[in-house]
């Protein structure tokens, strides 16, 4: 008969679990990097007045400045009317407003606001400090590995799927 002891916990607290024996899989180390990180900048954010959502709204604005709102609400994955209500919060504050697009009444496009773009600068150093919170122990050549290694994982999950056959 195999009796199996009961998993040692070597670390618990609010922020984290590690179990001695649970699988490094790259699976479950990339999802508890990820959460542990968007906890970590939730906590931070919070200090400066924004949730991380928003905050993901506000940076892809950033970049994307003007965007129609279904494909912002496809780049967050998440479903248009929850983005929207995003927004209705983000353009209540000041943040973000929408423009009718010109071509297209039923699109509407997404701009950031002068407000916006300062609570983003706001929020800046605080993203910066926890990178290097998160990245601490890597020299610059691993932390620069690190990130093309991320962006070609990245890249194979985007393209497109295999076609499956169900013969």
Request: proline fraction near 4%; hydrophobic fraction near 45%; charge should be neutral.
């Amino acid at each position: 008969m195999f009796l199996r002891t009961a998993p040692k916990i070597i670390a618990h607290n609010k922020h984290s679990y590690y179990i001695d024996g649970m699988s490094d899989d790259l699976g479950f180390l990339l999802g508890d990097a990820a959460r542990l990180l968007r906890r970590s900048f939730d906590e931070r954010a919070r200090a400066v007045g924004v949730t991380r959502p928003q905050w993901r709204v506000l940076a892809l604005l950033k970049r994307f400045d003007g965007s129609a709102q279904v494909t912002m609400a496809d780049m967050l994955d998440v479903e248009p009317i929850t983005l929207g209500r995003m927004v209705d919060r983000l353009q209540d504050a000041g943040l973000v407003e929408r423009r009718a697009d010109p071509n297209d009444r039923r699109t509407w496009r997404l701009h950031l606001t002068a407000e916006g773009e300062q609570k983003i600068e706001a929020l800046r150093p605080t993203a910066l400090a926890l990178f290097d919170d998160a990245l601490a122990g890597l020299d610059a050549t691993q932390r620069t590995e690190l990130e093309a290694m991320l962006n070609i994982i990245r890249a194979n999950l985007t393209r497109k799927p295999h076609e499956v056959s169900h013969g």
